[in-house]
């Protein structure tokens, strides 16, 4: 039996978290499991690499900032076979170079190509653990490359595709995945599983749980994933392609995103290439639009708002105002105090009244829907960023009666 395992920066972040981490990785090793192991950073250590990168050049070449930050994973991975060393287990680090993981050349965000497998099945041949850094990965010219932030997650999605493993266990500071932030709401509940699906939504709706692109590549891949916490010894959450789901719960989770900005076109004439050259001038400046709404303004006028990251707002209200004069439209509004708030749940797509529970317990809240979009298997609405906490409770309330 092959496992990946991986582990995130907290559980690694000092001498006890990385014995802790060890300990675990000794018991499987004991029972005989064939073990690739994926490391990120320990603790904070690759905001604090930035951080000295951005004290000494406020524009740094990306070039430069891969091969700093890659060798916080490095420090980890070495440790990690130091401290198994010291138990007495065969452990060797290796390094993307080593392994042979090879990415584009988009430093800060490269995608993985490639990965040998020569390396890593020689040494799991002679019963070593293997513990390879996560996040980076090597060019074509032989440069580092990072992956993108929680990148660690996507090198072992990948390192469990490649190597066919029976299952990827991501370890953790949180349990596993929940119906909603714990934060946030009072009585959130444990998933057993969630489908790859359902888990997409959630990554790209606001839930920091795994990387986003992983999910992707464990869904391509068919690779199992567990979302789980590295300490106790509780069974955490299963990412998997869900058929049929043994309790029957309506959606599987309430997510939040504050990175959301609203701008509205006011007063844009009532004809047609309007929408075009509006959104044709965002895709001209590399800006995706999230939620779009188009309504009846006064005098034979409609109204465009639509929904941004926060970090475009400026860049987007820049690109529309050098339209006002060709397009003739009233005024812009940009409001950066909103959030998104959605539902996720396969189960939707055969349950009516889904969408209409969401709305009744905002009703009940007196939260004000701003926009609403929706898809087989979410609801998102946008609202003020004041009760966008609030609204999480009032929905799990709602759905989950606590
Ligand atoms: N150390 C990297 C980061 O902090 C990669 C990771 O943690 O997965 O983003
Ligand atoms: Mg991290």
Do not use: W
């Amino acid at each position: 039996m092959l496992t990946v395992m991986k582990f995130g920066g907290s559980s690694v972040a000092n001498a006890e978290k990385i014995r802790h981490a060890a300990s675990i990785i000794e018991k499987a090793y004991n029972k005989g499991e064939s073990l690739v192991v994926v490391l990120s950073a320990q603790g904070k250590t690759t905001d604090m690499l930035k951080e000295k990168a951005l004290e000494l050049n406020k524009r740094p070449s990306k070039r430069e900032i891969d091969m700093l930050l890659s060798t916080g994973e490095q420090q980890s991975v070495a440790l990690m076979a130091i401290c198994l060393g010291n138990m007495g287990l065969p452990a060797v680090s290796l390094n993307a170079a080593q392994v042979g993981i090879e990415t584009d050349t988009a430093h800060g965000q490269a995608r993985i190509l490639r990965i040998d497998r020569e390396r890593i099945r020689a040494e799991l041949d002679n019963r070593r653990i293997v513990i390879v850094t996560g996040f980076q990965g090597i060019d074509r010219n032989d440069d580092i490359t990072t992956l993108g932030r929680g990148g660690s997650d996507t090198t072992a999605v990948s390192l469990a595709a490649v190597l066919h493993a029976d299952t990827c266990k991501i370890f953790t500071d949180v349990e596993g995945v929940f119906t909603a932030d714990p934060r946030i709401v009072e009585k959130p509940i444990k998933l057993r599983e969630i489908g790859y699906d359902e888990m997409l939504e959630l990554s790209s709706l606001g839930t920091q749980v795994l990387m986003k692109r992983s999910v992707e590549m464990a869904k391509r891949y068919d690779v199992q994933l567990e979302v789980l916490s590295a300490e106790g010894n509780k069974p955490g959450t299963i990412v998997r392609e869900v058929k049929r789901r043994m309790e029957e719960m309506k959606i599987s989770g309430i997510a939040k995103d504050n990175n959301v900005a609203r701008i509205a076109v006011v007063g844009v004439p009532d004809e047609p290439g309007i929408a075009f050259r509006v959104f044709n001038a965002m895709a001209r400046a590399g800006i995706n639009v999230d939620i779009i709404l188009q309504s009846y303004g006064k005098d034979n006028t409609n109204d465009i708002s639509f929904t941004v990251a926060i970090e475009d707002a400026e860049p987007a209200a820049e690109a529309l105002s050098e339209l006002q004069d060709s397009i003739g439209f009233d005024h812009l509004s940009v409001d950066t105090n909103v959030s998104k708030v959605s539902i996720v749940g396969a189960g939707m797509m055969s349950a009516a009244g889904i969408a209409a529970l969401m709305f009744e317990a905002l009703y009940d809240a007196k939260i004000n829907i701003q926009m609403i979009s929706t898809s087989e298997i979410k609801v998102s609405v946008l609202i003020d960023r004041a009760y966008a906490d609030m609204a999480v409770q009032a929905i799990h309330s709602k759905f989950f009666g606590a």
